[in-house]
């Protein structure tokens, strides 16, 4: 262990990880950055994940595993995570159980947070089995005011990312119990931005981190759901007045609205479904902007004509959604 460097807990809760938790424990383990605890979570697996993780915190004392006395929800079994920080830690970083990190994942994302003191979180890219993730911030600089990220991310840009791009100044954690205080699948997002509000965001140009998008992970899910486009809208509506003009928050909502009910239609033509329409409906209500069924009508009218006018370009623009 090198005392030199400032110390990172490392945290990864698990629910039924067996197929991939090994995979994400040698990638830590493989890291060049060496003064750091690892606490995994188990969710009351019923697989075998704590066999495995087990074996491997027999065979270093720097892993920790804590046994959730009852299965939990996503976000409570990730706000039991955070509340494992270990005392005497700078930074904290979060691998999700299906993830994996790339050897100079740590020592890159420290190595920036340490040179810029202001920096609350600082990302990096990624990448999954389906591509990139990519970022919308202009290449070069490594260190942005947390309000003008936010203004981005509210805007429409693609700023912040998964939670395994991400490494976060301790403190700011110790500060919020719970961390996520929202009970939806984009807490982090909301915990990004409330902690942006008052610190800066740094970034590496890298490839730091591998994010396993599979049919039984949650972003698989949310994504089938289309959970992500309301979620621009919830971003918008909870933290707009923060960092945007009236007028921004007006405008983007508006527009915001306008993709939602395109959306809609699309979804309710190609048969959605009733759990499709309802968690909408649900999401949308909560928000302040109940299901205007006279404008969704409106909207569903307009693409049948379309397919009745242009069979061919319709389809066409359907095959190219579906690509």
């Not at 299906?98 to 990448?127: K, M, Q, T």
């Not at 998964?162 to 719970?178: G, Q």
């Not at 890298?206 to 396993?212: G, P």
């Not at 921004?248 to 993709?259: A, F, M, N, P, T």
Request: hydrophobic share 40%; net charge neutral; charged share 25%.
């Amino acid at each position: 262990m090198n005392e030199n460097q400032p110390h990172v807990t490392v945290l990864t809760p698990v629910y039924n990880g067996e197929p991939y938790i090994a995979e994400c424990i040698e990638s830590v383990l493989a890291q060049r950055y060496t003064n750091w605890n690892y606490i995994i979570t188990n969710n009351c697996s019923t697989d075998k994940t704590l066999e495995i993780v087990t074996r491997y915190a027999e065979k270093d004392r720097r892993i920790r595993i804590v046994n959730n006395a009852t299965f939990v929800d996503v976000i409570a079994s990730q706000n039991i995570a955070y509340a494992q920080l270990c005392p005497e830690s700078k930074y904290c970083k979060v691998v999700s159980a299906d993830d994996w990190l790339y050897p100079e994942c740590l020592e890159r994302l420290v190595d920036v947070a340490e040179r810029h003191p202001s920096v609350g979180i600082v990302s990096c890219y990624g990448v999954t089995n389906k591509g990139l993730l990519q970022s919308d911030l202009a290449f070069g600089d490594e260190l942005f005011s947390g309000t003008s990220v936010c203004r981005m991310h509210l805007l429409g840009s693609r700023v912040l990312s998964a939670p395994t791009t991400v490494l976060y100044r301790a403190d700011l954690i110790r500060a919020r119990r719970p961390f996520f205080r929202v009970n939806h699948p984009s807490c982090d997002i909301h915990g990004s931005l409330d902690v942006l509000e008052h610190s800066d965001f740094g970034f590496v140009y890298q490839v730091l981190c591998f994010v396993r998008l599979h049919e039984q992970s949650l972003s698989s899910k949310l994504e089938t759901m289309n959970s992500f486009l309301v979620d621009r809208l919830d971003f918008v509506v909870t933290h707009g007045a923060k960092f945007l003009s009236s007028k921004e928050r007006d405008d983007r909502v508006k527009e915001l609205l306008s993709i939602y009910y395109e959306e809609l239609a699309y979804r309710t033509i190609h048969f959605a479904g009733r759990e499709f329409r309802d968690h909408h409906r649900e999401r949308l209500a909560r928000l302040g902007y109940p299901t205007n069924n006279v404008r969704l009508a409106g909207v569903l009218s307009m693409r049948v004509l379309d397919w009745l006018w242009n069979p061919k370009q319709t389809l066409g623009k359907l095959l190219t959604r579906l690509a």
